[in-house]
């Protein structure tokens, strides 16, 4: 498996870029976090900087993150780099001013108000790829997203576009209008997501993995006893959290992630490294997007291009691992 990836458009870049959600940092709003607690803006624009100058040219970041701040750090300190390419979500109203997350909107006007809010932050008349952020729309809404996401592409206002989503139904539903062009999904060793890789793959597709990292328990840093902060989405009661359960590292994952430490630290490997090396060998058509909070979160990501993907008998081994488990 190869450490670069040709994309819609036809370049060539390396096959992990940068998750740009933790850096949206908090909301306004009342009720359970959909964050990972504070950021520190001049930490997130240093790691923005150094994975660009270590080689990332795809950002992934989205409107909802921190009612658009993600989009805006992105847009100051990586947009005018031509070579950059930018992928945000919409699908979820901001209120960027007054730091609020609104309610879903897929109508035709929410989703052009939405681009141009993102396309404004972001400092990019015309956005390379965007994707919808609601995983779990019904696919029966499906035209009048992707129909108002086709002509957007007519006015050269976006590139491409897509679905940020885990399910069947709704990658069928997406995956035959003419500019759709990648999935966004959970792919992580945990997570080998192999019916919707599979039909990615044979449509000619590409899958940004979120959630490579598995919201960092595949960093190691959680130990069972670790009690995460109030503020940060893994501590609360969202029904999709797997890895974190009551603002704690999973039991469960914890023991599997045991059973496969040493086979992920292989070649000199950290731990993230091997995480994501394992999806540069699983898949020819993934394209991981760790997040970060710091700069060296960052060069130890971009390093797994450097250490490349596991070899074959590495992760055959993993998969004999997690199968007894």
């Not at 879903?104 to 994707?131: A, M, Q, Y």
């Not at 890895?243 to 992630?257: E, Q, T």
């Amino acid at each position: 498996m190869s450490t670069q990836i040709k994309l819609w458009n036809g370049r060539t870049v390396p096959r992990v870029g940068l998750g740009c959600w933790a850096i949206g940092g908090t909301t306004a709003n009342e009720g359970p976090s959909t964050s990972y607690g504070k950021a520190d803006d001049a930490q997130s624009r240093a790691a923005l900087r150094a994975g660009y100058e270590m080689g990332a040219r795809v950002f992934d970041t989205a409107a909802a993150y921190g009612a658009g701040h993600s989009e805006m750090l992105v847009g100051e300190e990586i947009s005018h780099h031509d070579d950059a390419i930018i992928i945000t979500k919409f699908g979820v109203e901001v209120d960027f001013k007054a730091n609020l997350k609104g309610a879903v909107n897929v109508t035709p006007e929410g989703i052009r108000g939405i681009v141009d809010g993102s396309r404004s932050r972001l400092k990019r008349d015309c956005l390379d790829l965007v994707l919808l952020h609601v995983n779990d729309m019904d696919p029966a809404l499906a035209p009048q997203v992707f129909d108002t996401l086709e002509a957007m592409v007519g006015e050269n206002k976006i590139g491409a576009y897509g679905w940020s989503t885990d399910f069947m139904p709704q990658a069928r539903a997406g995956a035959d209008y003419p500019h759709c062009v990648a999935f966004e999904n959970d792919y992580n060793v945990f997570t080998p997501a192999a019916e919707l890789m599979g039909f990615a793959q044979d449509r000619g597709l590409i899958s940004i993995s979120r959630l490579p990292l598995a919201m960092g328990l595949l960093t190691g840093k959680y130990l069972p006893d670790a009690q995460l902060n109030s503020d940060d989405v893994r501590a609360q009661s969202h029904e999709w959290l797997r890895f974190f359960k009551d603002g704690k590292p999973s039991a469960d994952y914890l023991n599997r992630l045991a059973a496969i430490r040493d086979l992920l630290q292989s070649g000199g490997r950290s731990l993230p490294q091997g995480a994501l090396g394992w999806i540069l060998a699983a898949s020819p058509i993934a394209l991981p997007v760790p997040g970060f909070r710091n700069e060296a979160q960052v060069r130890d990501n971009i390093g797994a291009l450097e250490k490349g993907p596991l070899p074959p008998e590495v992760m055959a081994e993993i998969a004999k691992q997690l199968a007894a488990d």
